[in-house]
């Protein structure tokens, strides 16, 4: 028979692998990643995915989940156990919130959150069982720009670990382990898949006991990602620095339309010189900023119901990170999470609108922000 050897890894589409015999059985457990016994526990697509993630965060080891949420879920617990306490940064995903105050509250992992201008000075929200402090690399929603290694640095002083939400950046932009993070995380659903296909996310270890920790509790409490979401993602991660670029040019196009539109109070963007960060932004992405900004109307809910009713090429999806652009509503999705007093200090209000701006003609998405806005 002609020998196949197939330039794309195939789909192993399959919950089980077979055994010759015992000796065989005995090998798997004696030799871990000699073979595969059962897909929770690990398979080709996932493991494929997981070690392409790795390779671009320059990790020592790597674990894809089911999503987002379970790679958050899984860095925390890689640290944390009943009876310890969590620093998060107060500008977060409402979702890292509501995981923190409804659920590992109730396994006993209390929370703090801490001002983004105290993130270097961690001292005064120190306990005896804080952990770690987790942040993203750019906030959700207001694309403040976190110094990684000011941050790394502080926790480390502390005996704390580091863990990134490096979702927005990308690595395509910007490395956190280089910078002294712990652990970094993505939703791998956003730009590393890129097609608003899929739901995956993944977790990256600098230390190798670290992400052998990740192996097992991606296995225990049954996070792994399935084969064909796992093939997919991996075919969108090919072609990431491109689409990455795309998104980063666009974006910066976006943002300075909007800087200078009358209807618009604020923009939210670290490639424009005004941004606190802006600076931090060039060093740390490399002269690019990504495809993420926010913008502010009236905060009048009628006004933003007229924009995202008269938008043709940013429909209202409540996701980012897709080739193709999109709008979303952080008051009203994102960060329901969060509590009024949390909203309002964030300045999250109903008038906020981000943008996912995606890699169509960049002419086109201008043309149709523009009649939006009018």
């Given at each position: 028979?002609?020998?196949?050897?197939?330039?794309?890894?195939?789909?192993?589409?399959?919950?089980?692998?077979?055994?010759?015999?015992?000796?065989?059985?005995?090998?798997?457990?004696?030799?871990?990643?000699?073979?595969?016994?059962?897909?929770?526990?690990?398979?080709?697509?996932?493991?494929?995915?997981?070690?392409?993630?790795?390779?671009?965060?320059?990790?020592?080891?790597?674990?894809?989940?089911?999503?987002?949420?379970?790679?958050?879920?899984?860095?925390?617990?890689?640290?944390?156990?009943?009876?310890?306490?969590?620093?998060c940064?107060?500008?977060?995903?409402?979702g890292?919130?509501?995981?923190?105050?409804?659920?590992?509250?109730?396994?006993?992992?209390?929370?703090?959150?801490?001002?983004?201008?105290?993130?270097?000075?961690?001292?005064?929200?120190?306990?005896?069982?804080?952990?770690?402090?987790?942040?993203?690399?750019?906030?959700?929603?207001?694309?403040?720009?976190?110094?990684?290694?000011?941050?790394?640095?502080?926790?480390?002083?502390?005996?704390?670990?580091?863990?990134?939400?490096?979702?927005?950046?990308?690595?395509?932009?910007?490395?956190?382990?280089?910078?002294?993070?712990?652990?970094?995380?993505h939703?791998?659903?956003k730009?590393?898949?890129?097609?608003?296909?899929?739901?995956?996310?993944?977790?990256?270890?600098?230390?190798?006991?670290?992400?052998?920790?990740?192996?097992?509790?991606?296995?225990?409490?049954?996070?792994?990602?399935?084969?064909?979401?796992s093939?997919?993602?991996?075919?969108?991660?090919?072609?990431l620095?491109?689409?990455?670029?795309?998104?980063?040019?666009?974006?910066?196009?976006?943002a300075?339309?909007?800087?200078?539109?009358?209807?618009?109070?604020?923009?939210?963007?670290?490639?424009?010189?005004?941004?606190?960060?802006?600076?931090?932004?060039?060093?740390?992405?490399?002269?690019?900023?990504?495809?993420?900004?926010?913008?502010?109307?009236?905060?009048?809910?009628?006004?933003?119901?007229?924009?995202?009713?008269?938008?043709?090429r940013?429909p209202?999806?409540?996701?980012?990170?897709g080739?193709?652009?999109?709008?979303?509503?952080?008051?009203?999705?994102?960060?329901?999470?969060?509590?009024?007093?949390?909203?309002?200090?964030?300045?999250?209000?109903?008038?906020?609108?981000?943008?996912?701006?995606?890699?169509?003609?960049?002419?086109?998405?201008?043309?149709d922000?523009?009649?939006?806005?009018?």
């Amino acid at each position: 028979m002609t020998q196949i050897t197939p330039k794309i890894t195939p789909i192993y589409q399959t919950s089980v692998f077979k055994f010759e015999d015992l000796d065989a059985v005995q090998q798997y457990f004696d030799e871990p990643g000699s073979r595969y016994l059962y897909s929770r526990n690990g398979n080709p697509n996932s493991d494929e995915l997981a070690e392409a993630v790795n390779r671009w965060e320059s990790g020592a080891g790597a674990v894809a989940t089911g999503s987002g949420m379970a790679a958050i879920f899984a860095a925390l617990l890689t640290y944390c156990q009943a009876g310890d306490h969590v620093l998060c940064a107060a500008d977060i995903y409402g979702g890292s919130a509501a995981l923190l105050n409804l659920e590992l509250a109730r396994l006993g992992i209390t929370a703090s959150y801490v001002p983004f201008e105290a993130l270097y000075g961690l001292r005064p929200y120190l306990q005896s069982t804080t952990r770690l402090l987790l942040c993203e690399t750019m906030s959700n929603p207001l694309l403040r720009v976190v110094d990684l290694g000011a941050a790394a640095r502080e926790c480390h002083r502390h005996g704390l670990k580091l863990v990134v939400d490096n979702t927005f950046a990308t690595p395509a932009l910007t490395q956190p382990l280089a910078y002294g993070a712990d652990l970094v995380l993505h939703s791998v659903t956003k730009y590393l898949a890129g097609h608003s296909d899929v739901t995956a996310g993944a977790v990256v270890a600098r230390a190798a006991e670290d992400a052998a920790r990740l192996r097992q509790i991606g296995t225990v409490f049954g996070l792994t990602l399935s084969p064909m979401e796992s093939w997919l993602s991996v075919r969108g991660l090919k072609t990431l620095r491109l689409r990455v670029a795309a998104h980063c040019e666009n974006a910066w196009l976006v943002a300075e339309f909007l800087d200078e539109h009358p209807a618009v109070a604020a923009v939210y963007y670290p490639g424009l010189p005004t941004h606190p960060q802006h600076a931090l932004a060039l060093a740390q992405g490399g002269g690019r900023y990504g495809g993420m900004l926010s913008f502010r109307l009236a905060d009048d809910a009628a006004a933003v119901n007229r924009f995202m009713q008269h938008s043709e090429r940013f429909p209202f999806a409540p996701s980012l990170a897709g080739v193709d652009s999109s709008c979303s509503h952080p008051l009203t999705t994102s960060h329901r999470a969060l509590t009024d007093a949390q909203r309002a200090e964030l300045g999250i209000t109903v008038g906020l609108v981000r943008l996912s701006v995606g890699i169509e003609p960049v002419e086109e998405l201008l043309a149709d922000l523009a009649q939006a806005l009018e």
